[in-house]
């Protein structure tokens, strides 16, 4: 078993990787988080493939189902988690287990981290988002009506269990959309996955275990050396400041996560060619590379719209915006204080090119 280590002093904790973890689950909370009693917050759709991975007799677990879908960021969702936890007499020395995606991670995680000040978290992420991304770096929160993600705390877990075979019973359509996460790891950093998607057959039913161990490893020490998120931890957002842009535009609905993240890289590509940080080979090899991916959906946005969201986004300031650009494969800069007419005449030549 792959074991990837967050290291964070006292709050260091380990990842850990391998095919069939999921059955054992039991027997990895007993080593890693020791409990009397386990809260365990279950996605809805896979609690309905996967219930018995929980032991259903053995009164220390108590769970959850949560009902699947953005909407559970919410107030009201949180809420019960914490009368849930309340109920059920909830301890400092219990433990929260979040089974599911990015959404039961964030707003489970959330819960564990405001309930009695704080009981200890352990992710077990079921999508492939939420393996090689969501449940690595110790973002939790939920959703405000005037915006996503604007209320919550960083809070480490104390372990993440991954099992990719989770992963057979992703829709598709989730899958690809994780696969834009996979491909901003191998581009953002030279750490073989590169090379190894270059070789890989694109399916959900390939093995990932390498794949998802090189991009946690990618996400542990770009964590470990920048917790808050104050410089390095911004080369993670490669693809999302455009990429962010894009799925508020669409209301969230219309783009997944992953995708706006695609078209993010396609843009921040271009926008580094043109402003001679990369060169066309190394734009194309970026562009090959997520087209193995198959087909993004068509842009219908205006690009003053998007660059109207991109001003709101919390991480743009005075009306100059901050890139991560690609330099070469596997290496990527953080440029500050980009005009933002510049980019939004960028954007339209862009749309030109791509056909939006
Ligand atoms: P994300 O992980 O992309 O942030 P979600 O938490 O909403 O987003 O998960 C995406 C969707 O995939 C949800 O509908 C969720 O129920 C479903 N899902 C997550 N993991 C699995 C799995 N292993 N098998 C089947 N469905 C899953
Ligand atoms: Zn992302």
């Known amino acids: 078993m792959a074991e990837i280590r967050v290291a964070l002093g006292q709050r260091s904790y380990p990842v850990l990787v391998q095919q069939g973890l999921a059955r054992r689950i039991p027997e990895v909370l007993e080593r890693v988080a020791p409990s009397k009693r386990y809260f365990v917050f279950a996605d809805g759709n896979v609690w309905s493939h996967y219930f018995d991975i929980i032991p259903s007799k053995d009164p220390r677990y108590v769970t959850f189902?949560?009902?699947?879908?953005?909407?559970?960021?919410?107030?009201?969702?949180?809420?019960?988690?914490?009368?849930?936890?309340?109920?059920?007499?909830?301890?400092r020395g219990h433990v929260a287990v979040a089974i599911g995606g990015g959404v039961v991670g964030d707003a489970a995680g959330f819960a564990a981290a405001t309930v009695l000040r704080g009981i200890r978290l352990v992710q077990v992420p079921t999508s492939l988002l939420a393996q090689v991304d969501a449940s690595i770096g110790g973002k939790t929160g939920i959703n405000h009506p005037l915006?996503?993600?604007?209320?919550?705390?960083?809070?480490?877990?104390?372990?993440?269990i991954i099992d990719p075979a989770f992963l057979r019973t992703l829709p598709e359509s989730e899958f690809q959309s994780g696969m834009y996460e996979v491909i901003k790891y191998a581009l953002i950093e030279k750490n073989g996955l590169y090379e190894r998607l270059m070789d890989f057959a694109w399916s959900r039913t390939s093995d990932m275990t390498a794949v998802i161990e090189l991009c946690a490893q990618?996400?542990?020490?770009?964590?470990?050396?920048?917790?808050?998120?104050?410089?390095?931890?911004?080369?993670?957002?490669?693809?999302?400041?455009?990429?962010?842009?894009?799925?508020?535009?669409?209301?969230?609905?219309?783009?997944?996560?992953?995708?706006?993240?695609?078209?993010?890289?396609?843009?921040?590509?271009?926008?580094?060619?043109?402003?001679?940080?990369?060169?066309?080979?190394?734009?194309?090899?970026?562009?090959?590379?997520?087209?193995?991916?198959?087909?993004?959906?068509?842009?219908?946005?205006?690009?003053?719209?998007?660059?109207?969201?991109?001003?709101?986004?919390?991480?743009?300031?005075?009306?100059r915006f901050t890139f991560v650009l690609p330099k070469r494969i596997g290496e990527v800069v953080i440029r500050k204080g980009i005009e933002e007419d510049w980019v939004q005449r960028q954007l339209e030549e862009f749309y030109r090119e791509v056909g939006g």
């Open 65 to 91: 189902a949560v009902p699947p879908g953005e909407g559970s960021k919410s107030i009201e969702t949180l809420y019960s988690f914490w009368t849930f936890l309340l109920q059920n007499g909830v301890e």
């Open 147 to 160: 915006g996503k993600n604007l209320i919550g705390a960083f809070y480490q877990p104390v372990a993440v």
């Open 218 to 319: 990618c996400k542990a020490h770009v964590v470990a050396g920048d917790e808050m998120e104050a410089e390095r931890r911004m080369i993670l957002n490669f693809g999302h400041t455009v990429g962010h842009a894009i799925e508020a535009a669409g209301g969230f609905k219309q783009l997944k996560h992953g995708q706006a993240v695609g078209w993010g890289i396609l843009f921040a590509a271009r926008l580094s060619r043109a402003m001679g940080i990369c060169d066309r080979l190394t734009e194309d090899a970026i562009g090959r590379l997520l087209y193995r991916n198959g087909a993004l959906p068509k842009l219908s946005y205006p690009p003053a719209m998007l660059v109207e969201l991109m001003r709101h986004d919390k991480k743009v300031r005075d009306g």
